[in-house]
């Protein structure tokens, strides 16, 4: 029979996971700051718990859905963990995971960190292609799986509890890039007659076919060889780059989106690496924080 779980948090994320257990037909108690937000849940058939506490106390399998990972530690401080298997479903970073897996396991619990590559209308939808990273105990992943998979696919990604923010994080961080660079194009259009609905089709084809370079980059970052095999070399593509920044000034656009990673490949040009593409910028963003 369907594993009883609690989960704490009933927000917009949480509320969609709820009903995705309840409708599998898991017993759910659920417990939120706000009483009034877990009251609809209570008519689908969740138990609502008066405090964290009390919803702790109710089953083996907790999961945490709240706004930031300070939430997860006020929320839990008067809980007792000792035996639970604590899912944390919080957006956190890396560092946060490893801490909050340090905390729950002196306090004798299993630990799970997660991050959830979905926005909540895709829960609970497998058509959706909605997934949760998760890292940390691989024990409790193995008992837990098929109920952490009903409100979203699984992907396990070690036992480090920093790993699945550090995917999350990534995936978010190149996903800023993306967006930076779509607001720009739509910045150089701007005041000019062409349409943005029919702009935007051919800027959604064009960033599908650029976006396999990752491939490449991780080719080359594994190989070492950052030169072999360069499509569009970086003494080509800095050359290049200087119609990019001449069109935005006859657009008066601002270049304050572009120039930061233009300054990258010039620096790495200057250093003597033209032949190579941009996989050696990977490495001068670390150096430069240490
Ligand atoms: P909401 O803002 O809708 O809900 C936040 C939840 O956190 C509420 O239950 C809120 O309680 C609770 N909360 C905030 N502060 C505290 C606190 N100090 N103590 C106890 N509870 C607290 O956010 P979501 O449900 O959308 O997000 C929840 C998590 O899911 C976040 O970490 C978010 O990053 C992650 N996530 C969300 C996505 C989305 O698209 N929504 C996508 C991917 C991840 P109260 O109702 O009392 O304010």
Redesign the pocket.
């Known amino acids: 029979s369907p594993t009883p779980l609690t989960l704490l948090?009933?927000?917009?994320?949480?509320?969609a996971l709820a009903r995705a257990w309840l409708a599998a037909g898991h017993p759910v108690t659920v417990w939120?700051?706000?009483p009034a937000?877990a009251e609809p849940l209570a008519a689908e058939g969740a138990v609502v718990a008066a405090s964290a506490a009390e919803a702790v106390a109710a089953g083996r399998l907790v999961i945490a859905?709240?706004?930031?990972d300070?939430?997860v530690g006020?929320?839990l401080a008067d809980a007792e963990l000792s035996g639970r298997d604590l899912v944390n479903?919080?957006?956190?970073t890396p560092g946060e995971g490893r801490s909050r897996a340090a905390w729950a396991e002196a306090r004798g619990a299993r630990f799970l960190d997660a991050?959830?590559?979905?926005?909540?209308p895709m829960i609970g939808d497998p058509a959706s292609g909605a997934y949760v990273f998760y890292s940390g105990s691989a024990e409790l992943f193995e008992e837990h799986q098929t109920t952490l998979a009903v409100p979203a696919a699984t992907r396990y990604v070690g036992t480090d509890p920093g790993f699945a923010a550090l995917h999350d994080v990534a995936l978010l961080s190149g996903m800023y890039g993306m967006f930076a660079g779509i607001t720009h194009a739509f910045a150089l259009l701007r005041g000019e007659d062409i349409a943005p609905k029919e702009f935007a089709p051919l800027l959604v084809s064009w960033l599908n076919a650029m976006a396999p370079a990752a491939l490449e980059t991780a080719d080359k970052l594994v190989s070492g060889d950052y030169a072999k095999d360069v499509v569009s070399n970086l003494a080509m593509q800095v050359a290049g780059s200087a119609t990019l920044l001449r069109t935005a000034g006859e657009q008066g656009v601002s270049t304050e989106l572009l120039t930061p990673f233009l300054r990258l490949m010039e620096r790495r040009l200057a250093a003597g690496h033209g032949d190579e593409d941009t996989t050696g910028l990977v490495g001068m963003l670390t150096a430069a924080t240490g």
Do not use: H, Q, Y
Not at 9 to 15: C, L, S
Not at 65 to 68: A, H, I, N, Q, W
Not at 89 to 92: K, N
């Open positions: 948090g009933t927000g917009d994320m949480g509320t939120n700051r706000t937000r859905c709240l706004l930031d300070a939430s006020e929320t479903l919080t957006t956190g991050g959830i590559m979905a926005v909540p």
